[in-house]
C-alpha cells in the first residue's frame, strides 16, 4: 500500500518542483518577474488549460501505450504507426535537451547566489554546482526528489517569512509577444515535451485504466506551482541558499532520468555519460547565455509540437484512444482536436512572436 501511495505521488510532487524551478529558471528571460502583468499572468493560466492539459494527456497517454521511457518507445510507436523513422528524432531531441536545461538551471541558481554577494567568479560556481549534481545523479530518485521538494517550500516560505516586496500587480494591454512567452511557460517551463512525467508515471499508468488518474494530478501541481511562483522573489540570503539547493537536486534528478533513457536504449556507459555531461557544463562556454536561452525556449516548443503532430496526424486513431479511456468519445474528441489543431497553430504561433521579440 505504501509503495502505491508513492507512485501516486512521485509525479505530481515533480510536476509542481519542476515546474517552479524551471520557472524561475525562464522568468528572467521572459522578463515576468519584474514586470507582474496581470492580463500576462491570466493568458498564461489560459495556456495551461488550453495547451499544457492536452499535452500532459498526451505523455501519459504514450506512456500506457509503449509501457517504456520515451526514447525506447518511440521505436515500437512509429512502427505500430507505420510512419516513418524520423519521428523518433524527437526522442534524441528530447533526451539531449533535459541535461541541456539542467545546465540552465544550474547557470541561473549561479546567477542567485549573488544575492549572498561571495566573492567568486560565476563560471566557477557554475562548475561546482554542475558537479555537485552530477555527482548527486548517482543518489536513488526518492531521496533526490524528497531534496528537491524540500527546498522549494522552504524558499518559498522563507521568501515570505523574510518579507520580500513584489512589485503592485497591474493590467496592461496584450502584445502579441505575450502569447509567445505565456506559451513557453505552459510548455517549456511546465517540463512538458521531454517525456519526464511520461517516465516517472510508468509504474503508476500500469495499474490505472484511466490515463485520467495519472495526467489530471499532474497538470494541476503545475498549475499550483504557476501560481506558487506569482507570490515568489528571491532577495535574501536564506530563500537563496534554499532555491539553489532545489535547483541542484532538480538537476540531478533529470540527469539521471537522461542517462535511464539513454540505458534503455543500451547505449554504452561512457557514451551516456558524454551526453550529459557534454549537455550540462556547455553552459561554461563564455558569453553564450543569451544565445543559448534563445536556443532553449526555441528546442523545447519544436519538441512539443513534434509530439502534437504524430501523436494527433501519424499515430492511429484507436491506439490512443484505448490509451487514454476517456469516460465519454466527446472528451476524446476534443483532445484529439487540441492536439491535432489548437497546440500546432498555438506553438507555431509562439514560435514566430518569440522570434519577432528577437528581430
Given at each position: 500500500?505504501?509503495?502505491?501511495?508513492?507512485?501516486?505521488?512521485?509525479?505530481?510532487?515533480?510536476?509542481?518542483?519542476?515546474?517552479?524551478?524551471?520557472?524561475?529558471?525562464?522568468?528572467?528571460?521572459?522578463?515576468?518577474?519584474?514586470?507582474?502583468?496581470?492580463?500576462?499572468?491570466?493568458?498564461?493560466?489560459?495556456t495551461m488549460l488550453i495547451l499544457a492539459l492536452p499535452v500532459c494527456y498526451l505523455e501519459i497517454a504514450l506512456a500506457k501505450r509503449s509501457k517504456t521511457t520515451a526514447l525506447q518507445a518511440l521505436s515500437s510507436l512509429t512502427r505500430e504507426a507505420d510512419s516513418s523513422q524520423r519521428w523518433r528524432l524527437v526522442g534524441w531531441l528530447a533526451v539531449v535537451f533535459i541535461p541541456f536545461l539542467s545546465g540552465a538551471m544550474l547557470n541561473h541558481a549561479s546567477n542567485v547566489i549573488a544575492v549572498a554577494d561571495i566573492k567568486i567568479q560565476q563560471?566557477?560556481?557554475?562548475?561546482?554546482?554542475?558537479?555537485?549534481?552530477?555527482?548527486?545523479?548517482?543518489?536513488?530518485?526518492?531521496?533526490?526528489?524528497?531534496?528537491t521538494t524540500v527546498g522549494v517550500l522552504a524558499s518559498l516560505i522563507l521568501a515570505n517569512v523574510m518579507g520580500t516586496q513584489l512589485p503592485a500587480w497591474q493590467v496592461t494591454p496584450v502584445q502579441f509577444?505575450?502569447?509567445g512567452n505565456a506559451t513557453v511557460l505552459a510548455l517549456v517551463a511546465s517540463g512538458l515535451g521531454m517525456g519526464l512525467y511520461w517516465q516517472s508515471s510508468l509504474?503508476?499508468?500500469?495499474?490505472?485504466?484511466?490515463?485520467?488518474?495519472?495526467?489530471?494530478?499532474?497538470?494541476?501541481?503545475?498549475?499550483?506551482?504557476?501560481?506558487?511562483?506569482?507570490?515568489?522573489?528571491?532577495?535574501?540570503?536564506?530563500?537563496?541558499?534554499?532555491?539553489?539547493?532545489?535547483?541542484?537536486?532538480?538537476?540531478?534528478?533529470?540527469?539521471?532520468?537522461?542517462?535511464?533513457?539513454?540505458?534503455?536504449?543500451?547505449?554504452?556507459?561512457?557514451?551516456?555519460?558524454?551526453?550529459?555531461?557534454?549537455?550540462?557544463l556547455i553552459w561554461l562556454i563564455?558569453?553564450?547565455?543569451?544565445?543559448?536561452?534563445?536556443?532553449?525556449?526555441?528546442?523545447?516548443?519544436?519538441?512539443?509540437?513534434?509530439?502534437?503532430?504524430?501523436?494527433?496526424?501519424?499515430?492511429?486513431?484507436?491506439?490512443?484512444?484505448?490509451?487514454?479511456?476517456?469516460?465519454?468519445?466527446?472528451?476524446?474528441?476534443?483532445?484529439?482536436i487540441a492536439v491535432r489543431i489548437v497546440l500546432p497553430v498555438a506553438i507555431i504561433t509562439a514560435i514566430i512572436a518569440v522570434l519577432g521579440q528577437w528581430f
Open positions: 500500500m505504501q509503495d502505491n501511495a508513492m507512485l501516486k505521488w512521485l509525479s505530481p510532487l515533480m510536476a509542481f518542483c519542476l515546474s517552479f524551478l524551471i520557472i524561475a529558471t525562464l522568468a528572467p528571460i521572459t522578463g515576468i518577474q519584474i514586470d507582474r502583468q496581470l492580463d500576462f499572468w491570466l493568458l498564461w493560466l489560459a563560471p566557477v560556481i557554475f562548475a561546482v554546482l554542475a558537479i555537485a549534481a552530477l555527482a548527486l545523479s548517482l543518489v536513488p530518485r526518492l531521496i533526490l526528489v524528497g531534496i509577444v505575450e502569447w509504474a503508476a499508468v500500469n495499474q490505472q485504466d484511466v490515463a485520467t488518474k495519472t495526467a489530471l494530478p499532474i497538470w494541476i501541481a503545475q498549475l499550483l506551482a504557476v501560481i506558487a511562483f506569482g507570490f515568489f522573489a528571491v532577495k535574501a540570503e536564506m530563500p537563496a541558499f534554499a532555491l539553489i539547493a532545489a535547483i541542484v537536486a532538480a538537476a540531478a534528478l533529470m540527469l539521471q532520468m537522461a542517462r535511464e533513457q539513454l540505458q534503455q536504449r543500451q547505449m554504452n556507459v561512457i557514451i551516456q555519460w558524454a551526453v550529459v555531461v557534454v549537455a550540462t563564455p558569453n553564450i547565455s543569451p544565445i543559448f536561452n534563445n536556443l532553449l525556449i526555441l528546442w523545447g516548443l519544436v519538441i512539443s509540437l513534434i509530439y502534437a503532430l504524430f501523436a494527433g496526424w501519424i499515430m492511429k486513431i484507436s491506439h490512443l484512444r484505448k490509451s487514454m479511456n476517456f469516460s465519454s468519445e466527446a472528451f476524446y474528441n476534443i483532445w484529439r
